[in-house]
């Protein structure tokens, strides 16, 4: 998948995009203080290009960190890409096991 791809997934709803309190334990707790750099209007942010120079703790997602990072918003989109991929895997290795278990169809 391209880096254009990658990013097509996001639905841009900026959600991810508030600031976050550490409660301890793992726990990490949205607030309703937007990001100084988020167009609460439309969800948008207004440095995207620049963002990482500007904020260098904004950071790029990857698959790896959708994978590890337990913050970000039930509904993102990237969330339920992760999500829905790894259930077609599941799927797929529970059939190549059936098929796998299944008797060798015996010629006559
Ligand atoms: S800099 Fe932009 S992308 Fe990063 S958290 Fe702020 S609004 Fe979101
Ligand atoms: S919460 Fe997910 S879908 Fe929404 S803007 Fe952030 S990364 Fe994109």
């Keep these: 998948m391209t ?4 990013e097509a997934i996001c639905d841009k709803c900026g959600k991810c995009c508030y600031e976050k309190v550490d409660l301890g334990c793992g726990e990490i707790r ?3 203080e937007p990001c100084q750099h988020l167009d609460t209007r439309t969800g948008l942010c207004k440095i995207y ?3 990482h120079e500007i904020e260098p703790d904004c950071i790029s997602l990857t698959e790896e960190l959708v994978r590890t990072l337990h913050w970000l918003p039930e509904g993102c989109a990237y969330v339920r890409y992760i999500r ?3 259930t077609v895997a599941a799927i797929r290795a529970a059939e190549r096991k059936r098929q796998r278990g299944r008797p060798a169809r015996r010629n006559r």
């Design 84 to 86: 829905f991929q790894d």
């Design 30 to 32: 949205y607030t309703d």
């Design 3 to 6: 880096r254009e791809e990658w």
């Design 49 to 51: 290009e620049n963002r």
